[in-house]
Antibody, heavy 124, light 106 residues
Framework: QVTLRESGPAVVKPTQTLTLTCSFSGFSLTTSGMCVSWIRQSPGEALEWLALIDWEDDKDYSPSLKTRLTISRDTSKNQVFLTMTNMGPEDTATYYC????????????????WGQGALVTVSS | IQLTQSPSSLSASVGDRVTITCRASQGISSYLAWYQQKSGKAPKLLIYTASTLQSGVPSRFSGSGSGTDFTLTISSLQPEDFATYYCQQLNSYPVTFGQGTKVEIK
């Protein structure tokens, strides 16, 4: 059974750095083709993809946030991390992690499992 | 790659056939997924590679298209289908989502 769960602070102050953890089970991030992404959703807004890390530890970032984001993993603990620096009120959102699988023949097959989301509010 | 969904919202009745479109700003082959999101919940994958139904998703959901124009169809709308639907392109980075289509009860 595949599960993902986000954890981290519910409130951060402006200019602080946010660190979120995605703890997962039911799959291994070292399995060929496996990837985990971070996605966020501001209140009442659409989904916004942030970053992805794959089975080879390759990483990709949203160009608009690339300078502020770092995605990393601890395969021994089945965890993926996201750090976002210089948080501002516009970063108030629910942050999700999600799994996807990549194959040479079919490409990325959608984000099939998601965590329940972690609401992060940026406020002084 | 920008994705434009239409309509942004619609009102429909139980039993109606509903169609949502998603247009990509450039060709994305068939690397498009559709999601359903209910209020306060994480999105749920419905369809990937434009037309492949995710395991466990009812067959009243279907997807079609390739290149720049895609469609999600619900053949007979059920009460549990009232939600917001998003398309997503996975052809190239950055991964992008459409702005969403809210399906409401008429």
């Amino acid at each position: 059974q595949v599960t993902l769960r986000e954890s981290g602070p519910a409130v951060v102050k402006p200019t602080q750095t946010l660190t979120l953890t995605c703890s997962f089970s039911g799959f291994s991030l070292t399995t060929s083709g496996m990837c985990v992404s971070w996605i966020r959703q501001s209140p009442g807004e659409a989904l916004e993809w942030l970053a992805l890390i794959d089975w080879e530890d390759d990483k990709d970032y949203s160009p608009s946030l690339k300078t502020r984001l770092t995605i990393s993993r601890d395969t021994s603990k089945n965890q993926v991390f996201l750090t976002m620096t210089n948080m501002g009120p516009e970063d108030t959102a629910t942050y999700y992690c999600a799994r996807t699988f990549y194959s040479e023949s079919s490409g990325y097959q959608g984000f099939d499992y998601w965590g329940q989301g972690a609401l992060v509010t940026v406020s002084s | 790659i920008q994705l434009t969904q239409s309509p942004s919202s619609l009102s429909a009745s139980v039993g109606d056939r509903v169609t949502i479109t998603c247009r990509a700003s450039q060709g994305i082959s068939s690397y498009l997924a559709w999601y359903q999101q209910k209020s306060g919940k994480a999105p749920k994958l419905l369809i990937y590679t434009a037309s492949t139904l995710q395991s466990g998703v009812p067959s009243r959901f279907s997807g079609s298209g390739s290149g720049t124009d895609f469609t999600l169809t619900i053949s007979s709308l059920q009460p549990e289908d009232f939600a917001t639907y998003y398309c997503q392109q996975l052809n190239s980075y950055p991964v992008t989502f459409g702005q969403g289509t809210k399906v409401e009860i008429k």
